[in-house]
């Protein structure tokens, strides 16, 4: 019997120890688990960051692209303003030779060259969007108009352009020069108390 019961025990020891070893095992591989699930919570964490990253350097690179295409835009319709600019005087002087030249059959021949020069000039400007500012008669506008100054005038009505001493010009849409203008006050008052 003692030999039954020494094998028993050893029988017992056995599943003990298998138990014992089963129980590490498990408590093992819990840990690996809960490593694993650590490092795996780590990992998504990094993915999302760097996938925030990414999304921001692509849209500063499209923000960069555009305003690029801006500038390339800008330069093209606006590259010309300080030439366009220095023609204008040219153009002034063309007006102010006309002015000054008497309408009479000794100069016609003279005023008609000098009008057909200031027309091909006009036109030459016009077909690189330079446009002319007149606002003879026209309410005073302070974005397009310099007031040279006021007088009071009954014939117009009040913040309106009188007469134009030099022209005004835009280049696609943006003020190159502003008209110089006199601006009607309106017609005086009379005080009745007088």
């Known amino acids: 019997m003692s030999q039954q019961n020494d ?8 599943d003990v120890e298998e138990q014992l070893n089963t129980s590490e095992e498990q408590a093992t591989e819990g840990a690996a688990e809960d ?9 998504q964490e ?10 921001r350097v692509q849209a500063e690179a499209q923000n960069v692209r555009r305003r690029a295409e801006l500038d390339v835009e800008k330069a093209h319709k606006f590259g010309q303003e300080k030439l366009s600019l220095e023609l204008l005087t040219v153009l002034d002087n063309l007006e102010r030779a006309l002015a000054a030249t008497p309408e009479d059959e000794a100069t016609k021949a003279l005023r008609d060259g000098v009008l057909l020069t200031q027309q091909g000039f ?16 026209e309410a005073f506008n302070p974005e397009l108009h310099q007031a040279m100054a006021m007088q009071e005038n009954a014939d117009f009505p009040p913040n309106t352009v009188m007469a134009v001493m030099q022209k005004g010009y835009t280049l696609n849409g943006r003020l190159l020069r502003p008209a110089m203008v006199m601006v009607s006050k309106g017609a005086p008052t009379i005080d009745e108390n007088a």
């Open 7 to 14: 094998e028993n025990i050893e029988a017992t020891t056995v």
């Open 35 to 43: 490593t694993l699930a650590a490092e795996l919570a780590v990992a």
């Open 46 to 55: 990094e993915i999302a960051t760097l996938k925030d990253q990414m999304l």
């Open 122 to 137: 006009i036109s030459t400007l016009t077909k690189f969007n330079v446009l002319t500012v007149d606002p003879q008669g």
